[in-house]
């Protein structure tokens, strides 16, 4: 795929957004010469199970802030601002009208989400929308995500460019769990977000956030 100027896309629940994401997104940019990156936080799924899971207007907010000094980056609510469980398909084609030219969109993803496109709804017209940058996270062999890029081109026509890009074993459940029990989350997380998560008491367990 002709990478040159198309435009980057980082989806995630982002909850909360740590210099994971933005290692890589910064890392696929200038691999690949994207024109800028668009962070586009998922929307809170209808379920009673998911109620765990941030408000989407505040895990936006603090993208906003993550990305603000990267001329780059842009946030992006063109999935939080939708009703009830948004799929990529229908923001792809949401970015489609709304540049309303052919410009080309690749996904950046970490090695988990390789293994989840499958569950993507219809992922396999999903492939024929974008192009996907896949990096390597923490707990992936390298051979293993190399083979499972070439099963999915292979069997799916799927367009995936694998990226080096420095590992950072950091994960949002991480600096969760972390800041439940009182640790530090400095240098994690960009530190606007870090006084944004104090200041707004998020993932303390509710018996703190009582007391
Ligand atoms: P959680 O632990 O809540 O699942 P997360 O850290 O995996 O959070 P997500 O919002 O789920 O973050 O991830 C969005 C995208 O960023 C996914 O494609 C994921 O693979 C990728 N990603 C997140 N953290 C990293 C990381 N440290 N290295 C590489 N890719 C990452
Ligand atoms: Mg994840």
């Known amino acids: 795929m002709q990478t040159k100027n198309a435009i980057g ?9 740590h210099v994971g994401h933005l290692v890589i997104a910064e890392t696929v940019r200038e691999s690949l010469g994207l024109a800028e990156i668009l962070f586009i936080p998922s929307n809170n799924p209808p379920h009673k199970d998911n109620l765990k899971i941030t408000d989407a207007s505040r895990r936006f907010e603090m993208v906003k802030l993550a990305v603000e000094d ?3 980056f842009r946030a992006s609510d063109i999935e939080i ?4 469980v948004t799929y990529t398909i229908d923001t792809l084609a949401l970015l489609a ?4 030219n052919d410009r080309k969109y690749v996904y950046i993803i970490g090695a ?4 989840d496109l499958v569950n993507w709804y219809k992922f396999d017209e999903v492939f024929g929308m974008c192009g996907f940058a896949a990096v390597q996270r923490q707990g992936y062999d390298l051979s293993r995500l190399k083979k ?7 069997k799916y026509s799927a367009d995936i460019t694998y990226v080096e890009a420095p590992s950072v074993d950091i994960s949002s459940t991480e600096i969760r769990a972390r800041i439940e029990s009182g640790k530090s989350i400095k240098y994690m997380v960009p530190d606007k977000v870090v006084k944004y998560i104090y ?3 998020l993932y303390l367990s509710k018996i703190e956030k009582l007391g």
């Open 70 to 72: 990267n001329p780059y």
């Open 199 to 201: 200041e707004n008491k």
């Open 148 to 154: 499972r890029i070439g099963i999915l081109e292979r």
């Open 112 to 115: 988990d989400t390789v293994w």
């Open 9 to 17: 896309i980082m989806g995630g629940t982002f909850d909360p957004i």
């Open 97 to 100: 009208g709304e540049y309303r």
């Open 81 to 84: 601002s939708r009703e009830g």
